[in-house]
C-alpha cells in the first residue's frame, strides 16, 4: 500500500509531464519554461525530503540532460534545480551514477565544454555541495572527481578556481584512504596556478595543496615543497599567511613528517621574520605547538636533558629562549639544512639571500651552542651574508654572527677565524674583510672573561703584517679597526696585555687611512687603549712601548723601498710620541741613518726628510725634548743631511735636495742649533746652502734664501767675512730670478745680510762688497715690479747709515740712467736728511 509521500510524489510527477515533453522539444523558450516550472512545482516548494527523493529519481536523467541544452539560461536552471535538490533529498547519493558522469563530461574532459565560466562555477559548486553532503559515498567516484578537479584548478575563471580548492580540500577529508591514491595526480595542476595573478587564488591554491599533500603520498610533498616555498616571498600578507598554516599543518599532521622535518622546518621558521606581525605571531604559536608536539611524542629520549637551568649566555632584548622540543627539533636537523642555507646565502635574487639569513639567524637562536660541531660551514656561510651588497642582508649577518659568538666558545671560534683572518683565500671568502667583519661581530657576543685567555693570540695575529697591512682598501681598513674597538670595549684593562699590538695595529691603520672619519676613530681608539690602562696621555703610551716599537720597525728596515709602509709607520710613531721620541734616539738615530744613506730610494729619503722638518720645527718638544740631540748633530748634519745636498741629475735627487733644504731650515728655525754649534760648521753650511741658491726648483732656491737668513741670524753677526762676501753675491743672481717670490725672498734677506754687518761693522773690510752691493740694488730702484722697487728702496735706506757718502755718491750716478727718477730722488732726500 502506498504510502501519503509516494502519493504525493506520484502526484507533482503526473502534473509535469507536460514539463518533462517539452524539455525534449526544439522550441528554447518551451524548454525554459518548463524548468522554471519544474523548479517551482518541487524546490521552491516546502515539500518532505522522501517527496523530492522520488521527484528527483524521476526528473534526475532529464534535468541532466539539460546541462547540455543549448540554451545558456536552460542549463543554468537546470543545475539550480540540481543543486537544490541535492540539498534537500533525503538520499542525494542515489544520484552519483548519474550525476558525477554528467558533470565529468561538462568539466573534466581534454577540452572545456561548457562555454559560460558563470556556469561552470555553479558546476563546482554543485559539486563541492555533493563532496560536503553525500562524504564517503564518493569513494567510488574518486578518479571521476580527481578528473574534474584537474580540469577546474586550472579554469581560466577565477572563482571556479578558488571553488575547486575548496572542494579539493572537503574531498581530500571525506575520502581519505581512497584520495591517498589518486592525490598525485592533483599536484601538476595545482602547482601551475600556485603563481596566479590573483592573490586569492594563490591562497586558496596552497591551501588546497596543503591538503592534497596532507592526504596523499609522501611523493607528492618532493613535489610541492620547492613551490610552496616560493610563496614565502608573495607580496600579499596573505598568501604567506596561508604557507605558514599549511607548513604548521604539515609539521603537526604529515603522516611522514620525521623525514621532512629538515625540509618543513625552514617553511615554518623563516615565517618567524615575516614583515607582517599577524604572520610572525602566528607562526610562533604553530612552531610552539610543534616543539610541544615533538616532546610529547619522544619523551624517553628527552628525560635525560636539562631543561631547567639558567643558561650563561645572555639574550637580547626582547628575545626568549624557545622551548626545549623546538630547539632539538633544529639541532637534530641542522646538518641536513646547512647545505641548503649554504647555497641559499649565495643566490642571485636578493629575497632569497635575506630569507635564508634570516633564517639563519633563527636557526642560531635555537641550536644554541650545538652551533659548534657546525661551525666551520656557518663560518662560510656567514663570510657571504656580512660582505652581501644589500645592507639589509649585511645587517641580519652580522647580527647572525653576534649571536653565533654568544653560543661557540672563543677558544674554539678564534683558532678558526684567526686561521682566515691570516689567509682569507682559504675560506674560500667573497672578500678578504669578511673574516675579520664575523670576527668583529662574535666578539661582540662573548664576554671578557671569556675572551681573557686569547687575547694575546688575538693581539698577534691582528698586528701580523699579512693581516694589518694586507690591504688599504676602506671597508678592510674599518673591519681591522672595528676589532680592536670591539677588543677595548669588551675587554677594557684586560687589553693591558695586548697594548703593543693593539698600538701597532693603530699606526698602521693610520698609515693607511684616506679617510678623515676612519683617522679620527683611530686616534680615538689611541686615547681609549690610554684609558683602559690608565695612563694619563698618549705620550706615556708611546713611552711604554717606544724601545720595541723602533725595534719592530728596525728589524724589517733592510727591505724599505719607496712604497713601504714602514716609514709612514716611522712617521707616525715620531710625530705622536712629542717629547718621547727625544727619549730614544739611540734607536732612532740608526735608523735614520740607513733611512737617509744617498744610495736609498729618493721617494724614501723625501718622505723621511719632510718628517724630519717637522719634527726639527719643534724640536725642543720632540728630537730635543731631553736636550740630547746636540750629542748626535754632528752624525746628523754629516751623515744625515748634509750628504744628501750634494748635487746628482735628476729630477728625483733635486726634490730629495729640496727635502734636505726643508730640514736644514727647520733645524736653524726651530732651536736645533746653537749658535757655536753653526759656527764650528760655518764652513760647511754655507758651502750647501750657496749652492742650494743655483738648484733648477724654485722651491729650493726659495728655502735656500731662508735658509741662508736663518743662518746668519744664528750666527748673530759673527760669521767670518769671507763667508759673508761669498754669499750677498749669489743673493743678488737671485734678485733676477723668475720668480717674483724667490727675488722677494732674496731682497729679504739681503736686509738681514746687511743688518748682520751693523754690529762689528769694519769699512776697509767690507767696502768694496758695499759698494759692489749698493751698486746692483740701485738697478732695482727702476725694476718693472713695483713692490720689487719699494722693497730695494727699504733696504737702500736701512744700509744707507753704514756708508751714506759712498750710497749718495753711486746713487747721483745712476739717477740719470733710470726711466723714472723718482725712487732714487727719495733716497737722496732720505740721505741727505740723516
Not at 547519493?93 to 565529468?104: F, H, K, N, R, T
Not at 720689487?788 to 753704514?802: D, F, G, N, R
Amino acid at each position: 500500500m502506498a504510502t501519503e509521500d509516494e502519493r504525493i510524489a506520484a502526484e507533482i510527477i503526473r502534473s509535469l509531464a507536460r514539463q518533462l515533453n517539452y524539455l525534449n522539444g526544439d522550441e528554447k523558450s518551451a524548454r525554459k519554461r518548463a524548468l522554471e516550472d519544474i523548479q517551482k512545482e518541487t524546490v521552491e516548494k516546502a515539500l518532505s525530503s522522501t517527496v523530492l527523493q522520488e521527484v528527483f529519481a524521476c526528473l534526475l536523467k532529464s534535468l541532466l540532460r539539460c546541462l547540455s541544452d543549448p540554451m545558456e539560461r536552460c542549463r543554468e536552471v537546470a543545475i539550480q534545480i540540481i543543486g537544490n535538490f541535492i540539498r534537500c533529498v533525503s538520499k542525494p547519493e542515489s544520484s552519483l551514477p548519474y550525476i558525477m558522469p554528467s558533470l565529468a563530461q561538462r568539466l573534466g574532459g581534454k577540452e572545456i565544454v561548457e562555454p559560460a565560466e558563470e556556469l561552470r562555477l555553479s558546476m563546482v559548486e554543485v559539486l563541492s555541495l555533493i563532496v560536503e553532503i553525500c562524504g564517503q559515498h564518493l569513494a567510488p567516484y574518486v578518479d571521476i572527481t580527481i578528473r574534474i578537479l584537474q580540469k577546474t584548478i586550472t579554469d581560466p575563471f577565477p572563482d571556479v578556481i578558488k571553488e575547486s580548492c575548496k572542494c579539493t580540500i572537503h574531498f581530500a577529508r571525506s575520502v581519505p584512504d581512497h584520495f591517498s591514491m589518486q592525490a598525485e595526480g592533483l599536484v601538476k595542476p595545482l602547482m601551475q596556478t600556485i603563481s596566479h595573478q590573483h592573490s586569492r587564488v594563490r591562497m586558496a591554491i596552497i591551501e588546497a595543496t596543503g591538503a592534497v599533500v596532507l592526504y596523499g603520498t609522501v611523493k607528492t610533498m618532493d613535489d610541492v615543497l620547492s613551490h610552496v616555498a616560493q610563496r614565502l616571498f608573495d607580496n600579499s600578507p596573505q598568501v604567506r599567511k596561508a604557507v605558514t598554516l599549511v607548513a604548521g599543518d604539515w609539521l603537526l599532521n604529515f603522516r611522514d613528517r620525521y623525514s621532512y622535518f629538515h625540509k618543513l622546518i625552514p617553511l615554518l621558521l623563516s615565517s618567524l621574520n615575516d614583515d607582517f606581525p599577524e604572520i610572525k605571531v602566528l607562526a610562533l604559536e604553530l612552531w610552539r605547538h610543534v616543539g610541544t608536539q615533538w616532546e610529547k611524542e619522544n619523551e624517553d629520549d628527552l628525560k635525560d636533558k636539562v631543561d631547567f637551568f639558567s643558561p650563561t649566555w645572555q639574550y637580547s632584548p626582547g628575545v626568549d629562549r624557545p622551548g626545549l622540543g623546538c630547539r632539538e627539533l633544529v639541532v637534530r636537523n641542522l646538518s641536513k639544512l646547512m647545505p641548503a642555507l649554504s647555497r641559499d646565502v649565495r643566490d642571485w635574487l636578493v629575497q632569497t639571500r635575506l630569507k635564508t639569513v634570516q633564517l639563519l639567524q633563527v636557526l642560531l637562536l635555537h641550536a644554541e651552542d650545538h652551533c659548534t660541531q657546525h661551525l666551520q660551514h656557518l663560518l662560510t656561510a656567514l663570510y657571504h651574508a656580512c660582505t652581501d651588497s644589500e645592507k639589509d642582508i649585511r645587517t641580519k649577518g652580522l647580527e647572525s654572527a653576534r649571536l653565533l659568538g654568544v653560543f661557540v666558545s672563543p677558544e674554539v671560534f678564534i683558532k678558526l677565524l684567526l686561521t682566515h683572518v691570516m689567509n682569507s683565500s682559504s675560506c674560500s671568502c667573497s672578500s678578504p674583510w669578511a673574516p675579520l667583519m664575523v670576527l668583529v661581530a662574535m666578539l661582540k657576543g662573548s664576554t671578557r672573561k671569556l675572551l681573557g685567555p686569547q687575547l694575546l693570540q688575538i693581539g698577534q695575529i691582528l698586528a701580523h703584517p699579512d693581516v694589518c697591512q694586507e690591504s688599504q682598501q676602506t671597508v678592510y681598513i674599518e673591519q681591522l679597526l672595528a676589532c680592536v674597538e670591539v677588543l677595548l670595549e669588551v675587554c677594557e684593562e684586560d687589553c693591558g696585555i695586548i697594548s703593543l699590538p693593539l698600538l701597532k695595529v693603530l699606526v698602521t691603520v693610520q698609515c693607511v687611512a684616506t679617510e678623515s672619519k676612519i683617522l679620527t676613530k683611530a686616534e680615538k681608539c689611541v686615547l681609549c687603549l690610554c684609558q683602559v690602562q690608565s695612563l694619563s696621555s698618549v705620550h706615556e703610551l708611546y713611552r711604554q712601548h717606544m724601545a720595541q716599537l723602533l725595534q719592530w720597525l728596525g728589524e724589517s728596515q733592510t727591505s724599505w723601498f719607496a712604497y713601504s709602509i714602514q716609514k709612514t709607520q716611522l712617521e707616525i710613531i715620531a710625530l705622536q710620541s712629542g717629547p718621547v721620541v727625544g727619549e730614544f734616539l739611540p734607536e732612532l738615530i740608526p735608523i735614520l741613518q740607513n733611512c737617509l744613506l744617498p744610495s736609498q730610494d729618493p721617494e724614501m729619503r723625501l718622505h723621511i726628510f719632510t718628517m724630519l722638518s717637522k719634527l726639527l720645527l719643534n724640536s725642543s718638544n720632540t728630537l730635543d725634548s731631553q736636550g740630547m740631540f746636540c750629542k748626535y748633530l754632528k752624525v746628523f748634519l754629516q751623515e744625515l743631511l748634509l750628504p744628501n745636498l750634494v748635487w746628482h741629475a735628476g729630477h728625483a735627487a733635486a726634490t730629495v735636495r729640496t727635502s734636505a733644504v726643508s730640514c736644514l731650515l727647520a733645524m736653524l728655525q726651530g732651536g736645533t742649533l746653537s749658535k757655536e754649534q753653526v759656527l764650528n760648521m760655518e764652513t760647511e753650511f754655507s758651502t750647501y746652502i750657496i749652492s742650494a741658491l743655483e738648484e733648477d726648483s724654485q722651491l729650493s732656491r726659495l728655502l735656500a734664501c731662508r735658509s741662508v737668513s736663518s743662518f746668519i741670524t744664528v750666527t748673530d753677526g759673527c760669521l767670518n767675512p769671507d763667508t759673508h762676501n761669498k754669499i750677498f753675491p749669489e743673493l743678488l743672481k737671485r734678485i733676477d730670478d723668475s720668480s717674483k717670490e724667490v727675488r722677494i725672498e732674496a731682497l729679504k734677506t739681503l736686509g738681514v745680510w746687511l743688518s748682520s754687518l751693523d754690529k762689528k761693522y769694519n769699512t776697509h773690510t767690507y767696502h768694496p762688497s758695499l759698494e759692489f752691493l749698493f751698486q746692483h740694488l740701485l738697478l732695482y730702484l727702476d725694476d718693472p715690479d713695483h713692490e720689487i722697487q719699494l722693497m730695494t728702496l727699504e733696504i737702500l735706506k736701512a744700509s744707507s747709515v753704514m756708508e751714506p757718502v759712498l750710497l749718495h755718491q753711486k746713487a747721483k750716478e745712476v739717477k740719470e740712467k733710470q726711466r723714472s727718477s723718482e725712487y732714487c730722488d727719495q733716497l737722496l732726500h732720505y740721505i741727505q736728511s740723516l
